[in-house]
């Protein structure tokens, strides 16, 4: 495959894919004065490699991911990103024209397209350092999450706009091409539990941010301490489903 010219339009690991995985015929698109190259690749996944503990990830809105690595993707250059967009829309909404319908419409596909940027680079991170560490991931249960999450009505937009969806996805098929175990774990009570010594109460909850256990003291971070919690969960789950692999003896 002739790359010339591709070079500086893409990154060193998107043009080796090309390279290396192409498969079939490939598609040259312009979509709001930008040029795409959409190519089909075949790419082999490597074997998922036995994990020394869990990286666990909390999703939310003050901060989209927390890991229990450390790592925190903040959200509040977003949330004024989404409060931009959303003023634009409402203005070009109300203008009901031609021009505006078409201008709604680009800015629609921009906004997308910033989403899966983001998101791109979050899994990215998550997904690298888990590789790094010999770690798995453990990622929390997103079904119902818009039914369970009670929020301020100033949150409810963020949390409607974003795409956790999106973001669970492109950790879990980057964590696949890297080998990188992964679970899905039901999310339920990492608000109120201790993840040090297990202590279950919501009053351990203090405020948004702050997590205090009423039984041992501890005091952290409420999503690092939902994020070590989803890790610990990711761990036993992890350990269940390899022993019920294992043949019965006969």
């Avoid at 921009?110 to 888990?130: D, F, L």
């Avoid at 770690?135 to 009670?150: K, N, P, Q, S, W």
Wanted: positive net charge; glycine residues 8%.
């Amino acid at each position: 495959m002739r790359t010339s010219g591709f070079d500086s339009l893409c990154s060193p690991d998107a043009l080796k894919i090309l390279r290396e995985h192409r498969k079939g015929e490939s598609d040259l698109i312009e979509r709001d004065g930008v040029f795409y190259l959409i190519a089909v690749c075949d790419i082999p996944e490597p074997e998922v490699f036995e994990p020394a503990g869990f990286v666990g990830v909390d999703l939310g809105i003050v901060d989209i991911a927390t890991t229990s690595t450390g790592y925190r993707a903040a959200g509040r250059g977003l949330d004024r990103h989404r409060k931009r967009q959303l003023d634009l829309r409402k203005k070009l909404q109300a203008k009901g024209t031609k021009s505006a319908k078409r201008l709604l419409k680009k800015r629609s596909r921009k906004e997308a397209r910033h989403t899966a940027n983001v998101n791109h680079i979050i899994s990215k991170t998550i997904v690298t350092t888990a590789e790094r560490i010999g770690y798995g991931i453990a990622l929390e249960d997103l079904t119902g999450i818009r039914g369970r999450v009670r929020l301020r009505k100033d949150q409810r937009t963020s949390l409607h706009s974003w795409s956790f969806h999106q973001l669970a996805s492109f950790v879990e098929y980057k964590a696949k091409r890297a080998g990188v175990p992964l679970v899905y774990v039901d999310p339920a009570y990492t608000s109120q539990q201790c993840s040090e010594y297990g202590h279950i109460d919501r009053k351990n909850r203090i405020d948004q941010a702050t997590f205090a256990c009423r039984s041992c003291g501890a005091l952290m971070h409420a999503d690092d301490n939902a994020s070590h919690d989803l890790a610990r969960k990711g761990a036993t789950a992890w350990t269940t489903g390899r022993e019920s692999r294992v043949p019965a003896t006969p």
